[in-house]
């Protein structure tokens, strides 16, 4: 999912994947997570984080740098535009 935002007059876009864990427990239900990538310019349609050198654009990380996880979309969207202006500067 590709969302495009305005910051501070700017255009970002904000783009959301779903990311999967994989528990090594059979009897545990996986949990589906989401992950977010910003954007200066559109990414291409074939961008993506699955295929090698097609990254959608930068990684929001966690304080440990891992990616950061979200719920849901609409929590990477409503985070993105939290963040981003103070990134921006």
Not at 32 to 60: C, D, R, T, V, W
């Amino acid at each position: 999912m590709t969302e495009k935002l305005s910051i501070n007059g700017q255009d970002i876009w904000v783009v959301v994947e779903a990311l999967e864990t994989q528990h090594g427990n059979t009897n545990v239900i996986p949990t589906e997570y989401f992950i977010a990538y910003y954007n200066l310019q559109e990414p291409p349609i074939e961008a993506s984080s699955h295929e090698p050198g097609k990254m959608p654009g930068e990684l929001f990380k966690a304080e440990d740098d891992s990616p950061k996880r979200f719920l849901s979309p609409v929590e990477a969207i409503e985070y993105a535009a939290e963040k981003l202006p103070a990134l921006l500067h």
